[in-house]
């Protein structure tokens, strides 16, 4: 595929203008990731910061993924509930019954779903000489199990420092032992950036799951972490209240 001057021209003025950059999919097929990738390469040009493109790239890939495969999951969810009266399904009966329909209904099938449910997937690039900010977002709460298991994997990334040691321990592991994050914040580390600019939260006021990913491209620049940090130590307040009104609600 070869991009429209219409795209080109749509991207281009915001790049120099430092405005807001979004991308809306439901499964990101080849045209969208050719979209994707002039976007991040539109930025990172322009801010003479080109060397971050596979860290970038990887993990809005990994991200809407991720995002993809929750939804699939939840329509899968809510029509095992449809068919046994609304009685919760057993996870092992649901796991069999996921993968069972991964293998054997086309995407077009789950997409036509996603469309009739209006589940999407955002990705949205902030930015500016200092720092870029990306935001994969998805408009439904993550679930009680799906947070824990993230929890989980941003422990076990902290373990590693390169994919083939993480290989090594993990290969046989299912479900992708949560390779998208460990990749990512290996990525990050490589990098030498702190894997904690990596934030993953659910908002269930809004309905909405993101992921955040937070890239100095000065050596000045304060992550709002950091900024959080700071204020904490100053102010009078809890971490929560302060949480509460940054709306930052990190896991």
């Known amino acids: 595929m070869t991009l429209s001057n219409r795209f080109k021209n749509t991207v281009d003025p915001s790049v120099l203008k430092n405005r807001k950059i979004a991308l809306y999919t439901r499964f990101l097929d080849d045209p969208g990731e050719e979209k994707l990738a002039y976007i ?3 930025i990172l040009g322009h801010h003479h910061q080109l060397e971050l493109t596979e ?37 092992e009966e649901f796991m069999r019954n996921f993968k069972s329909s991964i293998l054997s209904q086309k995407f077009t099938y789950f997409k036509e779903k996603m469309k009739e449910k209006r589940i999407q997937t955002k990705i949205s690039f902030d930015f500016n000489s200092d720092r870029l900010i990306v935001r994969v977002s998805n408009n439904f709460a993550l679930l009680p199990k799906e947070e824990s298991r993230i929890r989980e994997k941003f422990q076990l990334a902290r373990g590693y420092d390169n994919l083939p040691q993480f290989f090594l321990h993990h290969a046989d592991e299912t479900e992708g032992a949560g390779l998208g994050i460990t990749l ?24 909405f799951t993101v992921a955040r990913l937070e890239i100095p491209f ?12 700071e204020i904490l130590s100053r102010e009078n307040l809890t971490r929560e209240d302060l949480r509460n009104s940054w709306s930052l609600g990190a896991v």
Do not use: H, W
């Not at 495969?69 to 609304?86: F, H, N, P, Q, T």
């Not at 990512?184 to 309905?207: A, C, F, H, W």
């Open 40 to 42: 991040i390469g539109a």
């Open 184 to 207: 990512v914040g290996i990525l990050m580390s490589q990098y030498g950036m702190d894997r904690r600019l990596l934030t993953i939260y659910s908002e269930p006021k809004t309905n």
């Open 55 to 91: 860290l970038i790239y990887t993990a809005c890939k990994e991200f809407v993924m991720n995002s993809t495969k929750a939804a699939i999951k939840r329509i899968v969810y809510d029509e095992m509930k449809l068919g046994s009266d609304g009685v919760e399904p057993d996870q």
């Open 218 to 229: 000065v050596a000045s620049y304060k992550s709002k972490r950091v900024l959080f940090e």
